[in-house]
């Protein structure tokens, strides 16, 4: 996929990035600020983010998205940093824990993930949304899953949490309807990061075994080339929906392995 050109001459357009500490997060931050965009990446680890600082050239602020008061200090920097106007808001932070059945749900795990990764996105967008306004040519990129579209046996928990930002984003996308602010909507499939499966299993063994025999599962990378053809697009076209998955892949629970593919 192509990257847009940037002139000096042009303002650089402006993005918040939202679980930028690890995986697509981190690859989108770093991505858009290779695309020329001027980049506030926030995760809850703090070290991580100095790292991708270091490394990228973005700024870097630690939030916990399930925190008003800590969200309230995103805005402040925002305004900081950007003045008051945002382009772009893409939500990475979220992720899956467990693989327990509902008939032997841990009722903490999914409201941790509710909490993450439906909650986390309305109080980020609610907070932002005036700034998306103001630039006049906003975006809301939601970061969501497969699993927001097919259920399979012990992702009840996590295929609940997804389909219901799946949904916060159509409705979004309704109630903005005449606006200069578009609703994105990124599905992956299958994504080998470093942290994904290792969080949700809790056992590096495990987390090996979910990619076994899979030829070339998506990357991180791929999905922040991606979010960043829907970002770079010209804004009168959007990208309802991407659902993107491996070759492998045909579906949440059919993964062709150890052939070659």
């Known amino acids: 996929m192509t990257t847009a050109n940037v002139s000096s001459a042009t303002p650089r357009l402006t993005a918040v990035v939202t679980g930028a500490s690890s995986g697509i997060g981190r690859a989108t931050a770093a991505r858009l600020v290779a695309d020329g965009w001027q980049v506030l ?25 399930t925190s008003d008061d800590s969200v309230e ?37 999914w409201q941790r993930m509710y909490d993450i990764n439906v909650l986390g996105a309305v109080r980020v967008t609610r907070a932002l949304l005036p700034a998306l306004r103001r630039s006049g040519r906003g975006d809301l990129l ?16 996590y295929n609940a949490a997804k389909s219901g930002e799946h949904m916060l984003a159509a409705a979004l996308r309704l109630e903005l309807n005449g606006e200069k602010v ?29 990619y076994d025999g899979v030829e070339e599962p998506l990357t991180a990378e791929d999905c922040a080339d991606v979010i960043s053809y829907a970002l770079n697009a010209p804004h009168h076209v959007n990208l309802d929906l991407v659902t993107v998955r491996p070759l492998a892949q045909a579906a949440a629970h059919r993964v062709a392995r150890h052939q070659g593919v």
């Open 41 to 65: 990446a926030v995760a809850r680890r703090e070290d991580r983010l100095h790292e991708l600082a270091e490394e990228t050239g973005c700024e870097v602020l630690a939030v916990d998205v």
């Open 73 to 109: 200090g995103l805005v402040r920097r925002s305004e900081e940093l950007f003045g008051g106007s945002v382009n772009a808001v893409v939500h990475v932070a979220g992720g899956a824990l467990g693989v327990e059945t509902a008939a032997e749900a841990d009722l903490d795990k």
């Open 142 to 157: 939601f970061v969501t899953s497969v699993a927001a579209q097919e259920a399979y046996p012990g992702g009840s928990g």
């Open 182 to 210: 578009r609703v994105i909507e990124i599905a992956p499939g299958m994504v080998r990061t470093e942290e994904f499966s290792l969080v949700r299993l809790g056992d590096q063994d495990a987390a090996d075994a979910v």
